[in-house]
Structure formats: C-alpha cells, structure tokens
C-alpha cells in the first residue's frame, strides 16, 4: 500500500499481525504487513546496506552481530531452542574486547552512583580503562535553561542541571572509545547520543517507579498498570 504520492507507507512493523516465523524480514518467501518496509522500501534498503561499504562501519556491525550470536549457547541444536547465556554488562565488555577497545566511558546518573562505583570496577577488572562522569558535573545551575525555583526537584535552592552536553564532552576530551550510559533520563540520554563522538550503548536506562525496568509497566500495562494505556494520561500521572 502506498501513500497517494506514491512515496511508500511509512513503517509500522509494531502493528504487524503477521506471525514472527511467518514474516517476510525473518523468513525468506515470507509474508509482509500493512507498509512492510521489506517489501516496499527496496530504496531505502539499498541506500542503508550502502553505508557498510564504509570497512569501519562494517566491521562494527559485523562484530556486533558476532557479539550477539555469542550471547546464546549450543547453537549447534536442532532444532534450536534459544539459551541465552550474558548479561547485557558481560555483553558490553565483550563487544569492547572484540572492537579492540581499551578506553570507555561511563556517563551516569546521580540516581545510580553505587551501581557506577561497581559497574566501573568489573568494567576494570576486564582489563578496561573507564573515563566516568556524573550528570551533575559542572555544577551548572537549572537557571542556565531558563528554570525557575518552581522547576526544581527540590525547591528552595541550588539544583545543578543534569548536563549530558557536558558529560559528552568530557569523553570527547579523553578520547573514550565506547560511551556506555547508566540511568540517564529522558531527553538527556538524546542530548548525550548527539554530542558525544565516540559510539555509544546504554547499560540501563532510568526509570524511577521500576527499579530502572522500563518493561515492568509494559508488562504489567494488561493489568496494574492498564491506565498507561489510556489516551486520558491522567491516570498514567498518578502513576507516574
Ligand atoms: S518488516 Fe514487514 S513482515 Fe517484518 S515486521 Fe515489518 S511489516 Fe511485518
């Protein structure tokens, strides 16, 4: 199906009713849904695969895609049922190892300053060098954006900005070669993707009410949590 300008619909493969080993990306021959990017977005495609012509590119993606398969065990079954054996930090230092990195960086959270204390540590104990920096860093004042006593978290004086501009720039100085975030909000996790030059992957992403497992509410969004689905978000802030 394609829009009246005949430039192809835009993707929805989250809406895709078509079962997983039956779909047209996973099983060649296979069935596309409504605006299947596989089978109506051939430009797209061709201009993306391009860009592994670049050899840096390509070896980053084919390491990646090595690390991945190395993340499950006895994949010589049939047939085949997924053992998943790492975690997400193993999988990081691993990715680091095979990318022959030896520098990363750690931007963090206030909120997760013992779990950066130990996540520095095992990322050194796997013989790498770790540049860290926590969001406050600088002590920039909310005032800089514009902010009001109002705007604080807690009201009635000093709050440093979380600064991810800077957090960025101080890996950019020191040469980090894989930025690894931890629990860096919203917005400021965006703002450390696009300053910061070195690739960059995330270990945890924040979330306040969940213990940092965004997916508990997604889990949970048949049931305790239903009002997230809902277009009136006034449940979703109590919840919130
Ligand atoms: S690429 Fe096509 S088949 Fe695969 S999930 Fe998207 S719409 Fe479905």
Redesign the pocket.
């Known amino acids: 199906m394609s829009k009246k300008n005949n430039t192809p619909q835009d993707?929805?493969?989250a809406a895709?009713k078509?079962a997983i080993r039956k779909?047209?990306?996973?099983t060649p021959g296979?069935?596309?849904?409504?605006?299947?990017?596989?089978?109506e977005q051939a430009q797209a495609l061709e201009a993306a695969n391009a860009k592994y012509d670049d050899p840096q590119l390509m070896e980053f993606a084919r390491q990646a895609s090595l690390q991945e398969a190395a993340c499950y065990v006895n994949r010589d079954q049939r047939p085949y049922v997924l053992q998943p054996s790492k975690t997400r930090i193993q999988e990081i230092w691993e990715f680091a190892h095979r990318m022959g990195y030896t520098k990363v960086g750690l931007a963090f959270c206030l909120g997760l300053v013992n779990e950066a204390a130990k996540v520095e540590q095992m990322f050194k104990s796997h013989g790498l060098e770790v540049v860290s920096a926590l969001c406050k860093a600088g002590a920039t004042p909310k005032e800089m954006l514009g902010l009001g006593d109002e705007d604080k978290v807690r009201q009635g004086g000093f709050e440093s900005v979380c600064n991810p501009v800077f957090q960025a720039e101080l890996m950019n100085r020191a040469g980090t070669q894989l930025n690894v975030l931890l629990g860096l909000c919203v917005g400021h996790d965006s703002l450390f993707f696009a300053h910061a030059k070195a690739p960059s992957t995330v270990l945890a992403v924040k979330d306040r009410v969940t213990g940092h497992n965004p997916l508990a509410a997604v889990y949970l969004s048949d049931g305790y949590y239903a009002k997230l689905k809902e277009a009136d978000s006034q449940g979703s802030d109590e919840l919130l």
């Open positions: 993707p929805a493969c895709c078509v779909r047209a990306c996973v296979g069935v596309g849904g409504v605006g299947c990017p596989t089978q």
